[in-house]
C-alpha cells in the first residue's frame, strides 16, 4: 500500500513499456494523470483500445510509440490527439505497433504465461501482416498455417478495481478485460483501487489478485472516471462525448490538461 | 438499415456485436421476432441482454444482464476463434466489391490523411464468423473500386446492407439485389465508386413494420436517456 504519485514515481521510468490496460471498464485514469503529472517521457504505451486517457498522455508528449488494435473514443469517433500525433507529428512522432484484438489478447496470455509468443488461427489476408510484428508458422502436428505474435512482456502493468483487502489482495469483478493478464505478464505492477475492505466479499465471477503478484496497491477513488467501476458509479458518456470537443484543438486540449490534470492535488 | 439487418437474425442465431447499427439490428430482433438471440459483445459479455442501446461495447448492462462475462483473451481464443459465433458484423471507412474492408487509415499507411480506429476485433471477426453482416451508409467515398487498406476479407460477407438496399456477392462480386422503397438502382449505382451489378430480379425490401419502428424507437428512446 503506498501512494500513487510514490508508486508511478518509484515503478515507472522514462522509456518504459507500460500498460494501462482496461476494456471500457476500470480504465485507470487517476493512474495515467499521476503519469502526465510526473512528467513521464518516451513511453512505450500498450492498450488494446487505447482511449480518452492515452489521448491524453499522448497529446502531452509522454508517449514515443504506441502498441494496440483499436485506438478510438468508443461509440463517439476519432481520438484527436493520437490522429494529430500519427497525422502531424504534434507533440511529436508517434510511432505504432498495430494488431488486432485477438492478437493482442492472445500475446497478453502468453505473457502471463511466460511463453515467448502466443499462436492463433488469425492476421490471415489483408494489409496488417506487413505493418505489423507477426510470423506465421506451421503447426506440428496439422501442418495448418497458424499466425505467431511475440509475447507482451511491459516494464510496468498498472489496472484499476474495485477493491482490495488491508493485505493488498486485490478483486475486481464486471467486465474483466485483460487486466488480470497485465498484471502477471507485466514485470511490475501497480494496481489502484475503489477503496480498501477488510474483507473481501465473494462475489460472482469476481477475481482475485493475489498480494504478493502486485507491487503496489493505491487507493483511487473514481479512479476510473470517466470509465466506470461497476458496482461504484456509471460510465460518464456525456464526458466521452464532451472529449470529442475537447480534443479537437490544441489549445482547448492543453488548457484542460492545464485545468483538470496539472492544476489537480493528487491523492 | 437495422430493421433490415434485423430481419436477417433468428431465434437460434449467436451473433457477435459492435456498438452503433449492428447493436441497434441485434436488439430490435431480440425485441421482436427473435427474443432468444444470443448477442455476444467483444468486451466479454455472453447473452447480453440489454434494455437501452449502449453507448460503448463496455457498458456496465451488459455485464448485468449478460448470462456470462468472460475475460477478452478467453472471448477471442474459446468463442470466436472456436467458431462458436454464427453471425459477426462489420462496419468500415471503405469497402469493395468483394467486401474487402478498411477501418485502419485513408492514404498511405505510414503518413495517413485520416488515421481511423483500426481494426480491432475484425480480421478475426471476418474469418472466424460462419457469416458476416457488413453495414454501411453507401457513398462513393466508401464503395471503392480499390481499399486504401485491407483491414478485412470479404470471404465471410454474406450481405452489405446499407441505406439504399441490400447487396449480396453473385460469383465474388458484390451486386445489388433489393433496393428500399423510393430508391432506384441509378441512385445506388450514383452511389458506388465501381461499375455496380445490378441482379436481373432486383427486389424492393419490405417497409418497416408498426411492430418494428415502435420496438426501434423504443430502444433508441432509452439509449438517449
Request: proline share 5%.
Amino acid at each position: 500500500m503506498t501512494t500513487l504519485r510514490e508508486a508511478v514515481a518509484s515503478l515507472v521510468h522514462d522509456g518504459d513499456t507500460v500498460a494501462l490496460e482496461g476494456f471500457t471498464h476500470l480504465i485507470p485514469h487517476a493512474a495515467g494523470h499521476e503519469l502526465i503529472r510526473l512528467g513521464k517521457r518516451d513511453l512505450t504505451l500498450v492498450r488494446m483500445t487505447p482511449d480518452v486517457v492515452y489521448d491524453q498522455l499522448i497529446g502531452m508528449g509522454c508517449a514515443r510509440k504506441l502498441v494496440f488494435s483499436w485506438g478510438g473514443n468508443p461509440g463517439v469517433g476519432s481520438l484527436h490527439r493520437l490522429r494529430d500525433a500519427v497525422e502531424h507529428g504534434w507533440p511529436q512522432p508517434l510511432e505504432l505497433e498495430e494488431h488486432s484484438h485477438a492478437g493482442m489478447a492472445a500475446a497478453y496470455a502468453a505473457g502471463a504465461a511466460n511463453l515467448p509468443f502466443a499462436v492463433l488461427r488469425g492476421y490471415s489476408g489483408g494489409d496488417l501482416p506487413q505493418q505489423t510484428r507477426v510470423a506465421f508458422i506451421e503447426c506440428p502436428f496439422t501442418g495448418e498455417r497458424l499466425a505467431a505474435v511475440r509475447a507482451l512482456r511491459p516494464d510496468v502493468g498498472i489496472v484499476h478495481a474495485q477493491c482490495a483487502d488491508r493485505r493488498g489482495n486485490v478483486q475486481l469483478w464486471g467486465i474483466l478485460g485483460v487486466q488480470k493478464e497485465t498484471v502477471l505478464a507485466s514485470a511490475r505492477s501497480i494496481v489502484t483501487v475503489e477503496e480498501v475492505v477488510d474483507e473481501l466479499e465473494p462475489r460472482p465471477g469476481a477475481i482475485v489478485l493475489p498480494h504478493w503478484v502486485v507491487d503496489a496497491v493505491c487507493v483511487a477513488p473514481r479512479g476510473a472516471h470517466p470509465s466506470y467501476a461497476h458496482g461504484y458509479y456509471g460510465r460518464d458518456n456525456r464526458f466521452y462525448r464532451e472529449w470529442d470537443e475537447i480534443s479537437r484543438d490544441r489549445d482547448r486540449f492543453r488548457a484542460w490538461i492545464d485545468e483538470h490534470v496539472l492544476g489537480a492535488v493528487t491523492a | 438499415m437495422a430493421i433490415e439487418a434485423a430481419r436477417r437474425l433468428s431465434n437460434d442465431t449467436v451473433c457477435f456485436v459492435g456498438i452503433g447499427l449492428p447493436s441497434t439490428a441485434a436488439n430490435l430482433a431480440r425485441r421482436t421476432h427473435a427474443p432468444d438471440c444470443v448477442l455476444v459483445y467483444e468486451s466479454g459479455t455472453i447473452g447480453a441482454k440489454p434494455t437501452e442501446l449502449p453507448l460503448s461495447i463496455g457498458d456496465g448492462e451488459l455485464a448485468e444482464t449478460a448470462d456470462s462475462v468472460v475475460s477478452v483473451p478467453e472471448m477471442f481464443a474459446y468463442w470466436l476463434q472456436g467458431g462458436r459465433i454464427d453471425v459477426g458484423f462489420l462496419g468500415a471507412a471503405q469497402i469493395d466489391k468483394h467486401g474487402n474492408l478498411n477501418s485502419t487509415v485513408i492514404g498511405s499507411y505510414d503518413s495517413p490523411t485520416v488515421r481511423l480506429p483500426g481494426g480491432g476485433g475484425a480480421p478475426e471477426i471476418a474469418t472466424s464468423c460462419k457469416d458476416v453482416f457488413v453495414m454501411l451508409r453507401q457513398s462513393p467515398r466508401t464503395f471503392v473500386e480499390r481499399l486504401d487498406f485491407t483491414t478485412s476479407v470479404g470471404d465471410r460477407v454474406r450481405v452489405v446492407i446499407t441505406d439504399l438496399g441490400i447487396l449480396e456477392p453473385v460469383d465474388g462480386e458484390l451486386t445489388l439485389v433489393a433496393t428500399h422503397p423510393g430508391v432506384s438502382a441509378d441512385d445506388a449505382r450514383a452511389a458506388t465508386g465501381w461499375d455496380l451489378r445490378v441482379a436481373d430480379d432486383l427486389r424492393q425490401t419490405r417497409a418497416p413494420t408498426e411492430d418494428e419502428l415502435d420496438a426501434l424507437r423504443s430502444l433508441r428512446q432509452k439509449g438517449e436517456g
